[in-house]
């Protein structure tokens, strides 16, 4: 694996005038390998391989692996809806009472596909040793909100929220084993997707997501592995006062905001990274049309040192590898004219 003091490669990539991209790529590969997603989700081999593909024909800062919010679900018993062009989704629910939440057993890593993910970032981390390889997991209240139904989940903040904190620190425990899984398996960090958080009110956030992630935070990164805080709700404005306070080494925001309202606010020392949007640009969007979004983001964006041009979320697996090479090309033509 390739060795990086993550502290250090952040600061690094704050000093550099022009920083490679940051996009949340790796489920397209399915195209570069010819598979389905069904495929790609079943094997460590696979992932690990489609992550060396997409390395090697993309300007990107980092590796980073699938954006999959089912997988840690599936372990505590979820059940998952599976297809061979979209990313898997959580069905049903496994908690509905104060009972259902005391019976819910955590899961040991290695259950449902939670071992295949952690060995593809085993392999992954020893054929891609130029840049940090970063694994993904969904975040604490993402992962009590699936095991409780989503749309559930919000109501159960205000009617039962012993319950929603009894799911919310089984979750967290099972994150933090499955953080140093990663860690353990060679992965130089982690990004961690908090969506169903960016429904919430900054009042209900710092009661039922931030100390959570913060939790996970101080029990996995160090020197040497750092991790990156994802959240694409539209309320991050409002949050992003408290999310900024969490300790991560990065912050990855989704297209549903403007990017420029949040940067002033951010730590000068960590990351701020996003955010063109994946499904109305990078997979129906065209070249054209790609790069100018690239181009709208990095002049709004690209005079603070800290930002880093990503998809605004997942890049969906069918986006169509010209829109991607575009996406990159953009990136690369905004530096050359700067």
Known sequence: MGHFSMKQWVADTIAEDQKAALPVLSFPSVQLMGITVRELISSSETQARGMKLVADRALMA?????????VEAEAFGSQVRFSDDEVPT??????????DADALRIPDVGEGRTGIYVDAIRQAAQLIQDRPVLAGTIGPFSLAGRLMDVSEALVYCYEEPDMVHTVLNKATQFLIRYCQAYKEAGANGILMAEPLTGLLSP??????SHPYVKQIIDAVQDEDFALFYHNCGNTVPQLAPDIYQLGARGYHFGNCIDLKDVLPAAPSDVLVMGNVDPAGELRNGTPDSVRACVTHVMEQCGSYPNFVISSGCDIPPMSPWENLDAFFQAVTEYYAGA
């Open 62 to 70: 980092a590796s980073v692996s699938l954006m999959d919010l089912s």
């Open 203 to 208: 009042a209900m956030a710092k009661e039922f």
């Open 90 to 99: 959580v069905i049903g629910a496994l908690v509905e009472s104060e009972e």
